[in-house]
């Protein structure tokens, strides 16, 4: 079974600094991770997710993570937040020869602050 | 751009009483999982479905929660009698199959309160 931790239930930040969330997850087999993104009252979105290949994945609003096997961790981060950016985020993870059932962490709240 | 639909949105019941909550998934998707999120925590997988059968449903509470995909498409939970820890979202996503490739498109849930 795997798990994930996210290290940090709320992170505020000031607009146009940068951010890191935590993500560390615990598997015994070769896993597949992701980043779902929560607005209020609305659905979870995926933000990015790292499959194969370069451990470093982009979103396409400026989010990136790294995928680090030797830490177990996949860390998201952005070099300048914006306003919009206040969300709920989730780390999420799923076994290979799973089938294709995530595994969620408990999400951090990240406030961006004027 | 297509959306998973669930209705209601929000539903306040008293325990012991049935309530049940419904998911038409993307069309085409023959995947669709349901999940509870407790405040404070992670969505956790409920049940699983395959078109029309359920590839799993080891964390479904089986006494008192039931859910069905009948034609394969919509989909229905339900839970009878509600307990006051059942309070919680319960979100629906799909997908177009299982495969690790496939992303899960989640529905904006409906939140229940038990009272």
């Known amino acids: 079974a795997q798990s994930v931790t996210q290290l940090d239930s709320q992170v505020p930040v000031f607009e146009e600094a940068p951010v890191e969330l935590r993500c560390n997850y615990s598997?015994?087999?070769?896993?597949?991770l992701f980043w779902y993104v929560q607005y209020p009252n609305q659905g979870l979105q995926l933000l990015l997710k790292?499959?194969?290949?370069?451990?470093l994945v982009e979103s396409i609003n400026g989010f990136e993570a790294e995928f680090n096997k030797s830490q177990t961790s996949f860390h998201l981060r952005k070099p300048s937040v914006h306003i919009s950016d206040t969300a709920e985020y989730f780390c999420a993870v799923t076994a290979s020869g799973s089938a294709r059932q995530l595994t969620f962490g408990s999400g951090t709240q990240l406030t961006v602050l004027p | 751009e297509a959306e998973v639909a669930q209705s209601p949105r929000y539903k306040i019941t008293e325990k012991s009483q049935a309530v049940a909550f419904w998911c038409d998934p993307i069309s085409g998707h023959a995947t669709l999982y349901w999940y509870r999120q407790i405040l404070g925590q992670g969505p956790e997988l409920l049940v699983q479905?395959?078109?029309?059968?359920?590839?799993?449903d080891s964390q479904l509470p089986k006494d008192r929660f039931s859910a069905e995909r009948l034609k394969g498409v919509d989909s229905t939970l339900k839970i009878q009698p509600a307990e006051l820890g059942d309070s919680a979202m319960y979100l629906c996503?799909?997908?177009?199959?299982?495969?690790?490739?496939?992303?899960?498109?989640f529905g904006p849930g409906t939140r229940l309160t038990v009272l």
């Open positions: 479905f395959q078109d029309e059968s359920v590839v799993d």
């Open positions: 598997s015994s087999v070769s896993v597949y």
């Open positions: 790292y499959l194969s290949g370069s451990t």
């Open positions: 996503a799909s997908s177009p199959r299982q495969g690790i490739t496939d992303t899960q498109y």
